[in-house]
Every structure is written in structure tokens, then in C-alpha cells.
């Protein structure tokens, strides 16, 4: 199989819901991101996110929704079981094994920013202004970063110099 170029993402999760400190509780740091019900986002999740590619983790719906870490994915999409549990808030009575609709990937903590960056922070920088985050009407909960957003927001974040040991040789397999 070719090594495509490495894609780096935002995950927006409820900080009361999944934050980034659950994440990093996690055994070894990983967990699987579910209960993606948006259809975008789901072909994400499906077809373009790969294991090896970074991820800023973003605390939404909050009073102050900022990025506060980065992460890693560590397994390339697979069906979302928790669709398929009618007492799973996230069950979806059309998904089944044989047909399932919805899709997840896991995540790996990394370490968390030493400057969450707020919206604000975000619209005031020269690169990180145009984020899709930042877009009126745009709620993806997964949406595609460029990469020097992605190295921008590392370094506006606190992690300078960190980029190449989060994300070596800039490929994914």
C-alpha cells in the first residue's frame, strides 16, 4: 500500500461529555471516537481519516469553547457500535451490523495545550482566522485543518518545536 500525506483534523467534543482529561484517562491514552451523527462528518470518519493523523481536540458548547490539546489517530474507521445499543444514547435503530451507517476512529492523547486557544485567539491569528471552526453555521463536529494551521496552533498553543514528534515524516501508512 502507498504512504499517503498525512491529515490533520479538529474533534469537537462536550468537555462534560468527553473531554480531553477523559482521554487522557483512558488506558494508554486511546479511546474510540463515537457518536458522530452528522453525515459529513461520518464519511470523515469513514473514508479520509487515517491512523496516523493528527487531531486538535476542541472543548465545545461550553461558555469559553477553545482547542486545548492535540492527539493522534490510532486506528482507521470501523463501524460504531454504539448505534447499534438501543440504551446507547447515540443508538440508531436504521444501523445494523450488516448495514451499519455510522462510523468512529481512535484517538490517542498527546498532551494538552499549555494556552487552550479560544475563539478569539483563533480569529486574531493570521493563519488559524480562516479555520473552518470559525465559519457562522458551520457545526461539523470532525472538519478537515491544513497542516500549517495544524503546526500554527501547536506553537500559539504552547508546543513549539513539538510537530515533528506528533506527527513524524508527515505520512500516514
Given at each position: 500500500m502507498p504512504v499517503e500525506t498525512r491529515r490533520y483534523w479538529l474533534m469537537k467534543s462536550e468537555p462534560n461529555c468527553f473531554s480531553l482529561d477523559d482521554l487522557k484517562a483512558c488506558p494508554g491514552g486511546?479511546?474510540?471516537?463515537?457518536g458522530v451523527r452528522n453525515y459529513q462528518a461520518r464519511n470523515f470518519l469513514r473514508d479520509e481519516i487515517r491512523e496516523g493523523d493528527g487531531v486538535l481536540f476542541y472543548h465545545s458548547n461550553i461558555p469559553n469553547p477553545a482547542i486545548v490539546g492535540v492527539a493522534r489517530v490510532v486506528r482507521d474507521g470501523y463501524p460504531d457500535h454504539t448505534a447499534l445499543d438501543p440504551r446507547n444514547d447515540h443508538f440508531d435503530p436504521r444501523?445494523?451490523?450488516?448495514?451499519p451507517i455510522w462510523f468512529m476512529v481512535d484517538v490517542q492523547y498527546l498532551e494538552e495545550f499549555k494556552y487552550p486557544l479560544s475563539r478569539?485567539?483563533?480569529r486574531l491569528h493570521p493563519l488559524l482566522a480562516r479555520m473552518d471552526v470559525l465559519k457562522k453555521g458551520n457545526r461539523l463536529s470532525v472538519q478537515p485543518v491544513r497542516e500549517e494551521q495544524f503546526r500554527a496552533a501547536l506553537e500559539a498553543g504552547g508546543l513549539v518545536g513539538s510537530f515533528d514528534a506528533y506527527c513524524p515524516r508527515g505520512e500516514r501508512k
Open positions: 486511546i479511546d474510540h471516537w463515537d444501523s445494523s451490523e450488516d448495514n478569539e485567539d483563533l
